[in-house]
């Protein structure tokens, strides 16, 4: 797995599960919300031997909205933020959070990535 510099530790609001997005061999993109009923999305990114790593945002609904009618690519959602995290959970689900500075390019989607009903779990 990538090592992330320039880090600091940070910590989430507390989430519900709400949906997966987009699914393939294990979940890929999950939508949360947080108490105020705002969506959060967890993109996956990374993963080692000991942990899985998740770039988590808060978006606005309507730019969600505009996703899931095909308006926006997942890029746009991603972009659209100025602020991200990452978080490493681990096989007993223990979580690290980390306040983002930036993305890794390889962690970006590449091209186009529209919402696909099909590509989902409900």
């Not at 890929?28 to 942990?51: G, I």
């Not at 100025?82 to 959070?97: A, G, I, M």
Request: proline share 4%; glycine share 4%.
């Amino acid at each position: 797995m990538r090592t992330l510099s320039e880090m600091q530790s940070a910590e989430l609001p507390k989430l519900e599960r709400v949906r997966t997005l987009e699914y393939y061999d294990g979940p890929l993109v999950v939508e949360f919300k947080d108490e105020q009923d705002n969506p959060w999305l967890y993109s996956w990114c990374d993963r080692d031997e000991n942990a899985h790593r998740w770039l988590v945002f808060k978006i606005e609904k309507f730019l969600l909205d505009d996703y899931l009618a095909g308006k926006k690519d997942f890029l746009a959602l991603i972009l659209g933020k100025l602020e991200w995290f990452f978080v490493d959970t681990d096989k007993d689900f223990n979580q690290t959070c980390w306040r983002a500075n930036e993305i890794p390019a390889e962690y970006m989607p590449q091209g186009e990535c529209f919402y696909d009903a099909e590509d989902a779990e409900w």
